[in-house]
């Protein structure tokens, strides 16, 4: 039986396919023991667990970053503590009784529910970087590859309005193969929604960062992902509108091995930096008080 | 214009048939006239009952038949002057979107739109529709002209998506759609989007945050193509057909969805069989709901318009467990 749990576009970034190392990235990391070891997709070097986890999940050896869940994410972007979930109770439906040819909608979702413990493939509240506070919204691409449907879209303009309301920046995390087939043109038009929202911020004047992570396509990179005031990504991240498999096949023909990266992205102008894990926090930190202290009066105070 | 489909194959026959009648001209004798007669009444009535009965796929075929108008023929057909505005004034002109300042009925509009050509050489020039993203900033360009002399802005939709190509990439695509996204909720002039055809995923949707959608009756709009929706689905092109009646992608799926306002209907066999036709009811339709549109002060459009797109999504809430949701 053929499976839908693939991303919205066929991910298969530089570095190769995610074999097994995925699932123990993806599940709480402390209780299984087969995190005891890793091996680097990238590189193939075996890391020691315990090693690989205190690296933030980055090779020690070759750089690469291994896929965040929406935890891990909070636990290494925000101040302790600090994080507060917002609609936390939206879960999906189905809204067009999708009829699949292998497994239905509904029981992909009970599914993946059970498998990532996540309700939706988007976290979404506030918290403090650093003792700043901001909104965010953080995709997980357990969660049927990231996709875009109906709640991730409800969840991430609640995180747009909550920063519009209360005023403080607004940080999205993007880890999506695009929109959800298995919701139509629901899921598309969570992209002019979204996109929607983003303008008010914009025209409120909050700053809005956004964070590209490994995978970021599709109708997610074709619109809040590419609307920050400072767009950021992580090394070797695929990013791109379509899959560099989507756009071999349509120029017949091998493309460069960077295709579709973050140094492919950052070296056509359309993003501003490429952060290393480690120093994420010290950077958004740095960028909200950039922002923080906007319109403030050196001499005067 | 031949009946080509495979669904209109008895529809094929009997054309076949009364043509091989009306060749005889002149020399058809009175039992033959009759004939002829009930063969063009059977043909319509045939015509009428298979296309008030199209499955989703076969809608997808009518919307995509080599025959059908595309945007410039509507502009020919609707506007009484045209000036076509071309280029992004950034890098080029993009032939898969096409548009510029017109006339309907004395009133200067912005109409734009997918152009996805006709015969090879104009589908080689028109990118088969898919949108670069030249495409996504000359419509920029020019619905912030229609903002400033507060002309409405048109726009027909009709393509399989974006283009997908490497330097579609490297001049940022996704940025450009993006761009759209922003700046039409917020553009202090009327919007109306017409899916003529195909609106497939983002290269779709960047031309169509609008006021009010409307579909042509067997237009067809979706969030990825069949074929690539099946692709990604089930790992398989060929289950497209599958894809189209899984998606619900037509114009009284989405009526029913709440996604769009209203369906204009297509002469008896489609679009294809009766450009004229079709473009007058459009022709009609686009007057009588810019005049509704044009009715609304500024502030309360542009709130509508918000609302409209704020309040599409389908999910349920439960209730959520204490302590739960928090990273601690």
């Given at each position: 039986?053929?499976?839908?749990?693939?991303?919205?576009?066929?991910?298969?970034?530089?570095?190769?396919?995610?074999?097994e190392?995925?699932?123990?990235?993806?599940?709480?990391?402390?209780?299984?023991?087969d995190?005891?070891?890793?091996?680097?997709?990238?590189?193939?070097?075996?890391?020691?667990?315990?090693?690989?986890?205190?690296?933030?999940?980055?090779?020690?050896?070759?750089?690469?970053?291994?896929?965040?869940?929406?935890?891990?994410?909070?636990?290494?972007?925000?101040?302790?503590?600090?994080?507060?979930?917002?609609?936390?109770?939206?879960?999906?439906?189905?809204?067009?009784?999708?009829?699949?040819?292998?497994?239905?909608?509904?029981?992909?979702?009970?599914?993946?529910?059970?498998?990532?413990?996540?309700?939706?493939?988007?976290?979404?509240?506030?918290?403090?970087?650093?003792?700043?506070?901001?909104?965010?919204?953080?995709?997980?691409?357990?969660?049927?590859?990231?996709?875009?449907?109906?709640?991730?879209?409800?969840?991430?303009?609640?995180?747009?309005?909550?920063g519009?309301?209360?005023?403080?920046?607004?940080?999205?995390?993007?880890?999506?193969?695009?929109?959800?087939?298995?919701?139509?043109?629901?899921?598309?038009?969570q992209?002019?929604?979204?996109?929607?929202?983003?303008?008010?911020?914009?025209e409120a004047?909050?700053?809005?960062?956004?964070?590209?992570?490994?995978?970021?396509?599709?109708?997610?990179?074709?619109?809040?992902?590419?609307?920050?005031?400072?767009?950021?990504?992580?090394?070797?991240?695929?990013?791109?509108?379509?899959?560099?498999?989507?756009?071999?096949?349509?120029?017949?023909?091998?493309?460069?091995k960077?295709?579709?990266?973050?140094?492919?992205?950052?070296?056509?102008?359309?993003?501003?930096?490429?952060?290393?894990?480690?120093?994420?926090?010290?950077?958004?930190?740095?960028?909200?008080?950039?922002?923080?202290?906007?319109?403030?009066?050196?001499?005067?105070? | 214009?031949?009946?080509?489909?495979?669904?209109?194959?008895?529809?094929?026959?009997?054309?076949?048939?009364i043509?091989?009648?009306?060749?005889?001209?002149?020399?058809?004798?009175?039992?033959?006239?009759?004939q002829?007669?009930?063969?063009?009444?059977?043909?319509?009535?045939?015509?009428?009952?298979?296309?008030?009965n199209?499955?989703?796929?076969?809608?997808?075929?009518?919307?995509?038949?080599?025959?059908?108008?595309?945007?410039?023929?509507?502009?020919?057909?609707?506007?009484?002057?045209?000036?076509?505005?071309?280029?992004?004034?950034?890098?080029?002109?993009?032939?898969?979107?096409?548009?510029?300042?017109?006339?309907?009925?004395?009133?200067?509009?912005?109409?734009?739109?997918?152009?996805?050509?006709?015969?090879?050489?104009?589908?080689?020039?028109?990118?088969?529709?898919?949108?670069?993203?030249?495409?996504?900033?000359?419509?920029?360009?020019?619905?912030?002209?229609?903002?400033?002399?507060?002309?409405?802005?048109?726009?027909?939709?009709?393509?399989?998506?974006?283009?997908?190509?490497?330097?579609?990439?490297?001049?940022?695509?996704?940025?450009?759609?993006?761009?759209?996204?922003?700046?039409?909720?917020?553009?202090?002039?009327?919007?109306?989007?017409?899916?003529?055809?195909?609106?497939?995923?983002?290269?779709?949707?960047?031309?169509?945050?609008?006021?009010?959608?409307?579909?042509?009756?067997?237009?067809?709009?979706?969030?990825?193509?069949?074929?690539?929706?099946?692709?990604?689905?089930?790992?398989?092109?060929?289950?497209?057909?599958?894809?189209?009646?899984?998606?619900?992608?037509?114009?009284?799926?989405?009526?029913?969805?709440?996604?769009?306002?209203?369906?204009?209907?297509?002469?008896?066999?489609?679009?294809?069989?009766?450009?004229?036709?079709?473009?007058e009811?459009l022709?009609?339709?686009?007057?009588?709901?810019?005049?509704?549109?044009?009715?609304?002060?500024?502030?309360?459009?542009?709130?509508?318009?918000?609302?409209?797109?704020?309040?599409?999504?389908?999910?349920?809430?439960?209730?959520?467990?204490?302590g739960?949701?928090?990273?601690?």
């Amino acid at each position: 039986m053929k499976d839908e749990s693939q991303p919205a576009l066929p991910v298969n970034s530089q570095n190769g396919n995610h074999p097994e190392t995925i699932p123990s990235v993806a599940v709480s990391a402390r209780a299984l023991p087969d995190n005891l070891a890793v091996k680097c997709p990238n590189c193939r070097e075996l890391l020691v667990g315990k090693d690989w986890e205190k690296n933030n999940h980055v090779c020690p050896r070759c750089g690469h970053h291994f896929r965040l869940s929406a935890e891990q994410r909070i636990e290494l972007l925000l101040d302790e503590g600090t994080f507060e979930e917002l609609a936390a109770d939206l879960i999906p439906t189905d809204p067009l009784e999708f009829v699949s040819r292998s497994q239905s909608y509904r029981a992909k979702l009970e599914d993946e529910q059970a498998k990532s413990g996540l309700k939706e493939s988007v976290v979404a509240g506030t918290g403090k970087i650093e003792g700043l506070p901001l909104a965010l919204a953080i995709m997980d691409f357990r969660f049927i590859g990231g996709s875009m449907g109906s709640v991730a879209g409800e969840k991430i303009t609640r995180a747009i309005e909550k920063g519009l309301e209360d005023h403080i920046p607004v940080l999205i995390v993007s880890a999506s193969g695009g929109a959800r087939m298995q919701e139509g043109l629901l899921s598309l038009m969570q992209m002019a929604k979204i996109s929607a929202a983003l303008a008010r911020l914009s025209e409120a004047g909050v700053p809005y960062i956004s964070l590209l992570t490994d995978p970021t396509t599709g109708g997610v990179m074709a619109s809040f992902a590419s609307l920050g005031d400072v767009i950021l990504a992580e090394p070797g991240a695929l990013i791109g509108f379509s899959g560099p498999r989507v756009v071999e096949q349509f120029m017949h023909q091998r493309l460069p091995k960077d295709t579709n990266t973050s140094e492919f992205v950052l070296a056509h102008g359309m993003i501003d930096a490429i952060v290393h894990r480690r120093m994420l926090r010290a950077t958004l930190a740095k960028l909200l008080r950039l922002y923080h202290n906007a319109g403030r009066s050196a001499v005067i105070g | 214009m031949a009946y080509d489909l495979e669904f209109e194959r008895p529809l094929a026959e009997l054309d076949k048939r009364i043509q091989g009648l009306q060749r005889k001209g002149d020399r058809l004798k009175a039992d033959e006239r009759a004939q002829l007669r009930s063969l063009e009444q059977q043909l319509e009535e045939r015509t009428r009952q298979i296309y008030g009965n199209l499955t989703r796929w076969q809608r997808v075929q009518v919307a995509r038949h080599r025959d059908r108008p595309y945007t410039n023929d509507y502009i020919k057909l609707i506007c009484d002057d045209y000036f076509e505005m071309r280029g992004d004034r950034r890098y080029g002109d993009d032939r898969a979107i096409q548009g510029g300042m017109a006339s309907i009925d004395g009133k200067t509009v912005f109409i734009l739109g997918h152009q996805k050509g006709r015969d090879l050489k104009e589908k080689t020039e028109c990118s088969f529709g898919l949108t670069h993203p030249e495409g996504c900033r000359k419509a920029l360009r020019m619905m912030r002209e229609a903002e400033r002399f507060h002309m409405p802005v048109i726009t027909f939709i009709d393509t399989q998506g974006a283009s997908p190509g490497l330097e579609d990439e490297q001049r940022g695509i996704s940025q450009a759609i993006a761009e759209n996204l922003e700046v039409m909720p917020r553009l202090h002039t009327p919007i109306l989007s017409i899916v003529i055809g195909e609106g497939g995923s983002g290269g779709a949707l960047a031309f169509g945050v609008a006021d009010r959608i409307l579909m042509l009756e067997n237009a067809i709009y979706m969030v990825a193509s069949p074929e690539a929706a099946a692709s990604i689905l089930w790992r398989d092109s060929a289950f497209a057909s599958h894809a189209a009646e899984a998606m619900r992608i037509t114009a009284p799926d989405l009526l029913e969805l709440g996604l769009i306002e209203q369906i204009i209907p297509e002469p008896v066999g489609g679009a294809h069989r009766n450009h004229l036709e079709m473009a007058e009811t459009l022709k009609a339709a686009i007057l009588e709901n810019l005049a509704e549109l044009e009715r609304l002060p500024m502030d309360v459009l542009l709130e509508k318009r918000y609302q409209r797109y704020r309040n599409i999504g389908a999910f349920a809430t439960e209730p959520v467990k204490a302590g739960s949701g928090s990273n601690r």
